[in-house]
């Protein structure tokens, strides 16, 4: 049958065409699964007596012939091969387990040795573990076979074997200093995923400690021991083995020596690759997509402009940090202009990375001008030349030259900014010229920390590595000139972003973020950036709906084109139960910035949240199309099918975010487990609430929110309602966001429900 895919790892499934078939009996799937593992085919006496132990030779020989038709209506009549004693699955169907055998058995032939990481070998291995989700046939048995469920076990066993060995391989330190082929991070989760698969082996306990330690991080590698030795005084009431206390005097007496020195220009190149990479990868995506998405855009009024990233002509800033602040300022800048739309940087960085024709841009982007140029920076001196034109005609309609001291830097921006909407003939408000015409002089060192800083913080959601660097740069900025009103906003934003990052406490991170906030509003108060910073404090930790909402339209008053304002205005509107108002806002958002991937994501949800969910699925699909790669566009869309309750599609959906996710698959394992109840699949259930309880006691903190997804799926109400509340104690972050859920649905009528409902003043 084309495009059949058996999945036998985890519950046993088949599927044609991406959608779940239910044969209805699960003796249809116990001969599926025995089948499609056997090589060169089962006699029939084997499989009688196998699935009908209890039965006489001529009963089960019937029941065997009508489980072989039901199966055959399932997979089709070509893919199981019967003579009159054998029956055969077809090699030619996919299989994982087959699949993962394949790859075990190419990638550990022969003697490969402790060493060996040949790249070919470790991508086979990485495939191969790819494939092993789950064990084998977790959670489905027979209760009228014990024969069945005993080679279920001792098949399962074989296969976690393997699993166990290649996993082994995968994190061996060596491969942290392997060309590249494997980053620190996926060694550490390969070494994770070992331990995951039997917590009491030491082996695996002490290769964790071990790349723990040689990757700088000493706490781990004894919170790991430490983990290690409470885990089998617990379980079986003995000591470590002596290697593992071997292991922990290495580190602590420094024998084992951290690799982050001989690795820093390593990590450097590979941490810009990673990020170029990525952001490369959603970016042209993005901008591939437009060319087709482009034409169903809502259309907003007024001129439409795209700046397109200024070219850096400094030598000195080879990271491009420089020319990047100066772009995002003329775009701020152009942003704060009501007749102009301006396209954010995101969607502008999108076009440019594919260097398309002028005609191309207006297609993609939607606009009526581009603005291109360079900026050159040297001796405390700046320089920028620009150019507009007009997509339409293609033709360059203006272009000017602007120098001044790195000191006067906010004038020079102000007048670029000036000279293209009256080129393009935008007609400024009063208001709207004072505010362009309002500059200061800035203390050169502390705009170049703060531009630094800036660039640093647009790139932690892909290397949460440059957040101390990044506080540190916006910190000094703001110690060399405290007057300077954006470096206190970009440090409003910093603090807001590490608290969603799990950097700080909600109650300490948002305190931070509201004080820096609140400082750049006193010091400029037509900063639209200030003013969205407090509309997230006020929104998500405070629940002062009404603070909230003045601040989100006091930033779209003085920056008509921020995306970002519209955004998490249309999020706080969402939540107070005003859908149609909240997805005009999103689309918004949208239409500033229309090749964001998380823009059509967020438009996705709070289409689900608003239970559209035809719509919902649409542009989720819309995302998951774009880049498929990306962990939230399988969540998003997995979120929306739930919500249908089309459950074997959503399974797949989070499944495939849960294993592109990684260490970060918190949420999808969360909603996995919810869905899996839903489906009627306690097993599997059970397995991703194993899996989330072992990164929360990792270390990893996992909200309340979400843990109560867990008993949420499985009709446990008063369990679901507790963990709620916690998260409303705790000013759970996640709550005011997710309240419009509609898996909560259940509890809304609950007293427990309308209760903390009120104290949220919803």
Same mark, same amino acid.
């Given at each position: 049958?084309?495009?059949?895919?058996?999945?036998?790892?985890g519950s046993p499934t088949m599927k044609v065409g991406g959608r779940t078939v239910d044969p209805g009996r699960r003796k249809v799937l116990a001969l599926l699964s025995y089948l499609a593992v056997a090589d060169g085919g089962c006699g029939r006496e084997t499989i009688c007596a196998l699935l009908w132990p209890e039965k006489d030779a001529a009963a089960a020989h019937a029941e065997l012939r009508r489980t072989m038709s039901a199966l055959r209506r399932c997979v089709g009549s070509d893919v199981i091969e019967a003579t009159?004693?054998?029956?055969?699955?077809?090699?030619?169907?996919?299989?994982?387990?087959?699949?993962?055998?394949?790859?075990?058995?190419?990638?550990?032939?022969?003697?490969?040795?402790?060493?060996?990481?040949?790249?070919?070998?470790?991508?086979?291995?990485?495939?191969?573990?790819?494939?092993?989700?789950?064990? $084998?046939?977790?959670?489905? *048995?027979?209760?009228?076979?014990?024969?069945?469920?005993?080679?279920?076990?001792?098949?399962?066993?074989?296969?976690?074997?393997?699993? *166990?060995?290649?996993?082994?391989?995968?994190?061996?330190?060596?491969?942290?200093?392997?060309?590249?082929?494997?980053?620190?991070?996926?060694?550490?989760?390969?070494?994770?995923?070992?331990?995951?698969?039997?917590?009491?082996?030491?082996?695996?306990?002490?290769?964790?400690?071990?790349?723990?330690?040689?990757?700088?991080?000493?706490?781990?590698? $004894?919170?790991?021991?430490?983990?290690?030795?409470?885990?089998?005084?617990?379980?079986?009431?003995?000591?470590?083995?002596?290697?593992?206390?071997?292991?922990?005097?290495?580190?602590?007496?420094?024998?084992?020596?951290?690799?982050?020195?001989?690795?820093?220009?390593?990590?450097?190149?590979?941490?810009?690759?990673?990020?170029?990479?990525?952001?490369?990868?959603?970016?042209?995506?993005?901008?591939?997509?437009?060319?087709?998405?482009?034409?169903?855009?809502?259309?907003?009024?007024?001129?439409?402009?795209?700046?397109?990233?200024?070219?850096?002509?400094?030598?000195?800033?080879?990271?491009?940090?420089?020319?990047?602040?100066?772009?995002?300022?003329?775009?701020?800048?152009?942003?704060?202009?009501?007749?102009?739309?301006?396209?954010s940087r995101t969607s502008s960085e999108a076009v440019a990375a594919s260097r398309p024709e002028i005609s191309a841009v207006r297609e993609q982007l939607g606009v009526d001008y581009v603005v291109e140029g360079s900026v050159l920076s040297s001796n405390g001196q700046v320089r920028v030349t620009a150019q507009l034109i007009d997509t339409l005609h293609d033709k360059h309609v203006w272009a000017g030259d602007y120098e001044s001291e790195l000191s006067d830097v906010i004038d020079l921006q102000s007048r670029i900014a000036?000279?293209?909407?009256?080129?393009?003939?935008?007609?400024l408000s009063g208001r709207e010229r004072a505010a362009l015409a309002e500059t200061r002089a800035v203390d050169p060192a502390a705009y170049q920390r703060y531009l630094v800083g800036s660039y640093e913080f647009a790139r932690l959601p892909f290397d949460i590595n440059l957040a101390p660097k990044c506080l540190e740069d916006l910190t000094h900025s703001v110690s060399l000139d405290p007057t300077f009103a954006p470096a206190h906003a970009a440090l409003a934003n910093y603090y807001w972003g590490a608290t969603q990052f799990?950097?700080?406490?909600?109650?300490?991170?948002?305190?931070?973020?509201?004080?820096?906030?609140?400082?750049?509003?006193?010091?400029?108060?037509?900063?639209?950036?200030?003013?969205?910073?407090?509309?997230?404090?006020? $929104?998500?930790?405070?629940?002062?709906?009404?603070? *909230?909402?003045?601040?989100?339209?006091?930033?779209?008053?003085?920056?008509?084109?921020?995306?970002?304002?519209?955004?998490?205005?249309?999020?706080?509107?969402?939540?107070?139960?005003?859908?149609?108002?909240?997805?005009?806002?999103?689309?918004?958002?949208?239409?500033?910035?229309?090749?964001?991937?998380?823009?059509?994501?967020?438009?996705?949800?709070?289409?689900?949240?608003?239970?559209?969910?035809?719509?919902?699925?649409?542009?989720?699909?819309?995302?998951?199309?774009?880049?498929?790669? $990306?962990?939230?566009?399988?969540?998003?869309?997995?979120?929306?099918?739930?919500?249908?309750?089309?459950?074997?599609?959503?399974?797949?959906?989070?499944?495939?975010?849960?294993?592109?996710?990684?260490?970060?698959?918190?949420?999808? !394992?969360?909603?996995?487990?919810?869905?899996?109840?839903?489906?009627?699949?306690?097993?599997?259930?059970?397995?991703?609430?194993?899996?989330?309880?072992?990164?929360?006691?990792?270390?990893?903190?996992?909200?309340? !929110?979400?843990?109560?997804?867990?008993?949420?799926?499985?009709?446990?109400?008063?369990?679901?309602?507790?963990?709620?509340?916690?998260?409303?104690?705790?000013?759970?972050?996640?709550?005011?966001?997710?309240?419009?859920?509609?898996?909560?649905?259940?509890?809304?009528?609950?007293?427990?429900?309308?209760?903390?409902?009120?104290?949220?003043?919803?």
């Amino acid at each position: 049958m084309e495009d059949l895919k058996i999945t036998l790892f985890g519950s046993p499934t088949m599927k044609v065409g991406g959608r779940t078939v239910d044969p209805g009996r699960r003796k249809v799937l116990a001969l599926l699964s025995y089948l499609a593992v056997a090589d060169g085919g089962c006699g029939r006496e084997t499989i009688c007596a196998l699935l009908w132990p209890e039965k006489d030779a001529a009963a089960a020989h019937a029941e065997l012939r009508r489980t072989m038709s039901a199966l055959r209506r399932c997979v089709g009549s070509d893919v199981i091969e019967a003579t009159r004693g054998n029956v055969a699955f077809s090699p030619d169907v996919f299989v994982d387990v087959r699949e993962f055998k394949k790859h075990y058995h190419f990638a550990t032939a022969g003697d490969h040795g402790a060493g060996s990481s040949g790249t070919e070998q470790v991508r086979t291995m990485e495939r191969a573990a790819a494939l092993y989700t789950a064990d $084998f046939l977790s959670g489905f *048995s027979l209760s009228d076979s014990a024969e069945f469920d005993n080679w279920t076990m001792f098949e399962a066993e074989r296969l976690r074997a393997m699993a *166990s060995d290649l996993l082994e391989r995968l994190s061996r330190p060596e491969l942290l200093l392997s060309d590249g082929r494997q980053s620190e991070t996926s060694v550490l989760d390969y070494a994770r995923r070992w331990l995951m698969l039997d917590d009491l082996n030491e082996a695996a306990h002490r290769r964790l400690m071990e790349l723990y330690a040689l990757s700088g991080k000493r706490g781990a590698a $004894f919170r790991q021991f430490e983990a290690c030795r409470n885990k089998l005084d617990q379980e079986l009431g003995v000591e470590p083995e002596s290697e593992t206390i071997e292991c922990r005097r290495k580190i602590e007496s420094g024998e084992l020596v951290s690799l982050a020195p001989a690795r820093a220009q390593q990590k450097k190149a590979r941490n810009r690759l990673a990020v170029t990479s990525l952001v490369a990868a959603i970016i042209c995506a993005a901008a591939m997509w437009g060319l087709l998405w482009n034409g169903n855009r809502e259309q907003g009024g007024g001129i439409t402009v795209a700046v397109l990233p200024l070219a850096d002509n400094s030598v000195q800033n080879s990271e491009n940090w420089f020319a990047s602040g100066m772009t995002e300022a003329i775009i701020t800048d152009l942003a704060k202009i009501s007749a102009l739309r301006v396209t954010s940087r995101t969607s502008s960085e999108a076009v440019a990375a594919s260097r398309p024709e002028i005609s191309a841009v207006r297609e993609q982007l939607g606009v009526d001008y581009v603005v291109e140029g360079s900026v050159l920076s040297s001796n405390g001196q700046v320089r920028v030349t620009a150019q507009l034109i007009d997509t339409l005609h293609d033709k360059h309609v203006w272009a000017g030259d602007y120098e001044s001291e790195l000191s006067d830097v906010i004038d020079l921006q102000s007048r670029i900014a000036f000279d293209i909407a009256s080129n393009v003939q935008a007609k400024l408000s009063g208001r709207e010229r004072a505010a362009l015409a309002e500059t200061r002089a800035v203390d050169p060192a502390a705009y170049q920390r703060y531009l630094v800083g800036s660039y640093e913080f647009a790139r932690l959601p892909f290397d949460i590595n440059l957040a101390p660097k990044c506080l540190e740069d916006l910190t000094h900025s703001v110690s060399l000139d405290p007057t300077f009103a954006p470096a206190h906003a970009a440090l409003a934003n910093y603090y807001w972003g590490a608290t969603q990052f799990g950097l700080y406490t909600s109650g300490e991170g948002m305190k931070r973020a509201m004080a820096e906030a609140k400082r750049a509003v006193a010091l400029d108060p037509g900063l639209a950036e200030a003013h969205t910073v407090l509309g997230f404090v006020y $929104f998500l930790h405070d629940f002062n709906w009404y603070r *909230s909402e003045q601040e989100f339209q006091k930033a779209i008053t003085l920056k008509p084109s921020s995306a970002e304002a519209h955004r998490w205005y249309g999020s706080l509107l969402c939540t107070r139960g005003r859908f149609d108002e909240a997805i005009r806002e999103v689309n918004e958002a949208r239409n500033i910035d229309p090749l964001s991937l998380l823009n059509i994501l967020n438009v996705a949800m709070r289409l689900y949240y608003a239970r559209d969910y035809d719509r919902a699925l649409r542009e989720a699909g819309i995302a998951r199309d774009m880049e498929e790669n $990306f962990y939230m566009s399988h969540m998003v869309l997995g979120h929306a099918l739930a919500g249908t309750g089309r459950y074997p599609e959503a399974t797949y959906e989070l499944e495939t975010a849960a294993r592109l996710a990684g260490e970060g698959a918190i949420e999808p !394992l969360a909603v996995l487990s919810y869905v899996y109840n839903r489906a009627e699949r306690p097993g599997d259930a059970r397995n991703a609430e194993k899996r989330l309880r072992e990164l929360d006691a990792s270390g990893i903190e996992i909200s309340p !929110l979400l843990l109560s997804y867990i008993p949420l799926g499985s009709g446990d109400y008063s369990a679901a309602m507790d963990l709620i509340e916690q998260a409303y104690s705790q000013r759970d972050l996640n709550l005011a966001w997710n309240f419009q859920d509609p898996f909560f649905d259940p509890l809304r009528s609950l007293p427990r429900f309308q209760d903390m409902k009120k104290a949220m003043n919803l």
